[in-house]
C-alpha cells in the first residue's frame, strides 16, 4: 500500500451474490474498519450486514459501477 500511487485504493469483496466495498486512504484505517480476531474470543471477523450490495440488484449494479469508474477515474489522472 505504501507503494501506491492512488490516494485511495478501492476493493470489492465478494460472498456469492453479495459484495463489500472497501476504500483506503493514504495514511487513514481502511473503511469499514478491520476487526481483529481475538486468539481467546470468537469474534466475527467478517460480518454479514458487511455484503449489503447484491450484484443482481439495479442498487448493486450501479455501486459496483460507480466504484469501477472511480478506480479507472483515479488512474486516469496518474
Same mark, same amino acid.
Given at each position: 500500500? #505504501? &507503494? %501506491? @500511487?492512488? *490516494?485511495?485504493?478501492?476493493? #470489492?469483496?465478494? +460472498?456469492?451474490?453479495?459484495? %463489500?466495498?472497501? &476504500? !483506503?486512504?493514504?495514511?487513514?484505517? /481502511?473503511?469499514? @474498519? *478491520?476487526?481483529? #480476531?481475538?486468539? &481467546?474470543? +470468537?469474534?466475527? /471477523?467478517?460480518?454479514? /450486514?458487511?455484503?449489503?450490495?447484491?450484484?443482481? /440488484?439495479? &442498487?448493486?449494479?450501479? !455501486?459496483f459501477r460507480a466504484v469501477a469508474d472511480k478506480i479507472m477515474e483515479d488512474c486516469e489522472s496518474l
Amino acid at each position: 500500500i #505504501a &507503494e %501506491c @500511487l492512488l *490516494h485511495v485504493l478501492r476493493g #470489492a469483496s465478494a +460472498m456469492g451474490t453479495q459484495l %463489500c466495498f472497501y &476504500e !483506503k486512504p493514504l495514511n487513514q484505517p /481502511t473503511v469499514p @474498519l *478491520h476487526t481483529p #480476531a481475538d486468539p &481467546e474470543v +470468537m469474534i466475527d /471477523t467478517a460480518p454479514r /450486514t458487511r455484503w449489503n450490495y447484491n450484484i443482481f /440488484t439495479d &442498487e448493486g449494479e450501479q !455501486k459496483f459501477r460507480a466504484v469501477a469508474d472511480k478506480i479507472m477515474e483515479d488512474c486516469e489522472s496518474l
